[in-house]
């Protein structure tokens, strides 16, 4: 008698498929999903693969628009960045991924879902937070944490034997000694078994050219931005342009990736206390996040920026950390989503060799004013009024110095 229903996020890789067989033999009914976020994927295979393992229905969801739309541009307009470099690629990708599983595991009638995250990384708490969220009373099944599973899978050989013994296809060409999560917006690597001051092998990098074998003429492009997200590029050496969402982020990988851009090797802090080195490629959000950062700056007060910029820092643990459908998350978006009311206008920019240049800008909402700042006219400006400014300042530091600083220890 079956257990259940379980929707299982599926890859079509020995992984999910052992995963997929082995749910089976526990007794339940399986239902595979497979998300289409722009992973380079033979998607049909995939489908041929689950329903000959005994897949009782199988789900492929097209969900790049949605991921560009709902998940990588909120992240565009907070400038999103964990600690200062990794610009999230999978971890806005899992509540998109998770959120659609849901919705399958509701439709469907099914009280379990499942997935073939490990049980040291950040995406089980990903996967999980956004179910639980979304789908309170569901069960999960995370094989990865249970001692059963893992007792007996202790490693690739016994999932290749077990592969081989339930008639699951094995790959036929020998493993890179790395993981990969590849979606639209980046790809990861991580290397095994490898220190951390051991370079990456060139053919790690998928995503962008090496930089010293790109173009040697730079493409000059002019992004414009409404309310903080990109709406239109187009490419001033050949008038290319596209205007969807989803064909203005590709087109922006397209381009960053030919000239290398985007490339990071960090150690990162995981959630769940422990260190990691990632290996990224994230051409068109690196080209983004420049032409963001200078559209955002030239139109918004200092003051809200100031504010912005801190909820971005926010923004980005809390997505990180898999926190994406929290009240507080949703809180934060929807204040930085108030901050790009007025961020409009278009970024002139240029792509050479690994690197995004700002060659200028205009917006209808500009806060920057010519005739103020300038030199040779004065304007509204009257210089006099500085020296008031500059010793208001100075009360509070000669007074600190006075009392307890360096003045006050000369005496």
């Known amino acids: 008698m079956s257990k259940g229903k379980v929707v299982l996020a599926y890859s079509g890789g020995l992984d999910t ?3 997929l067989v082995w749910l089976k033999e526990q007794g ?6 497979l998300a289409n976020i722009g992973q380079d994927e033979d998607f049909e295979a995939a489908r041929k693969k689950a329903e000959s393992l005994g897949a009782k229905k199988v789900f492929i969801e097209d969900l ?3 991921f560009v739309e709902d998940f990588i541009w909120p992240a565009v307009q907070a400038n999103a960045v964990y600690e200062d470099r990794y610009l999230l690629g ?4 899992r509540p998109c991924i998770a ?5 399958i595991a509701r439709r469907e009638g099914a009280q379990y879902v499942s997935h073939g995250a490990t049980g040291k990384g950040n995406d089980q708490i990903r996967f999980e937070l956004t179910c639980y969220a979304l789908y309170p009373e569901v069960k999960i099944i995370a094989p990865w944490r249970i001692p059963e599973f893992y007792n007996r899978f202790r490693g690739r050989t016994d999932l290749m034997e077990y592969a081989r013994e339930h008639g699951i296809p094995v790959p036929v060409t020998p493993r890179a000694p790395w993981s990969m999560d590849a979606n639209l917006m980046h790809i990861r690597s991580e290397l095994f078994l490898s220190g951390s001051e051991s370079r990456a092998p060139a053919d790690l990098y998928l995503m962008t050219k090496n930089p010293e074998d790109s173009p040697n003429v730079q493409d000059v492009l002019e992004i414009e931005f409404k309310k903080g997200v990109p709406v239109k590029v187009t490419n001033m050496n ?4 596209k205007n969807t969402a989803l064909d203005v982020f590709s087109y922006l990988n397209e381009i960053g990736g030919k000239h290398g851009v985007g490339r990071i090797d960090i150690v990162e802090n995981r959630f769940i206390g422990m260190k990691s080195r990632g290996i990224y490629e994230t051409p068109g959000g690196t080209v983004l996040l420049k032409a963001h950062l200078d559209i955002e700056t030239f139109t918004m007060d200092k003051e809200v920026r100031r504010i912005k910029q801190g909820l971005g820092i926010k923004f980005s643990e809390l997505v990180y950390n898999g926190f994406w459908y929290s009240p507080e998350c949703n809180f934060v978006r929807h204040c930085i989503a108030k901050s790009q009311e007025n961020v409009e206008g278009k970024v002139q920019l240029s792509v050479l060799k690994g690197q995004v240049y700002i060659l200028g800008r205009e917006s209808p909402k500009s806060l920057y004013n010519e005739e103020l700042v300038s030199m040779d006219v004065q304007g509204d400006y009257d210089p006099c009024d500085a020296s008031g400014f500059i010793r208001i300042n100075a009360v509070r530091l000669r007074e600190h110095h ?3 600083g360096l003045s006050s220890t000369k005496q």
């Open 17 to 19: 498929s052992c995963i």
């Open 28 to 33: 339940y009914d399986v239902i595979t999903y």
């Open 64 to 66: 790049r628009t949605e």
């Open 90 to 93: 999978t971890a806005v990708a």
């Open 99 to 103: 959120r659609r599983q849901v919705e």
């Open 238 to 241: 050949d008038g290319i342009s």
């Open 402 to 404: 006075r009392l307890q």
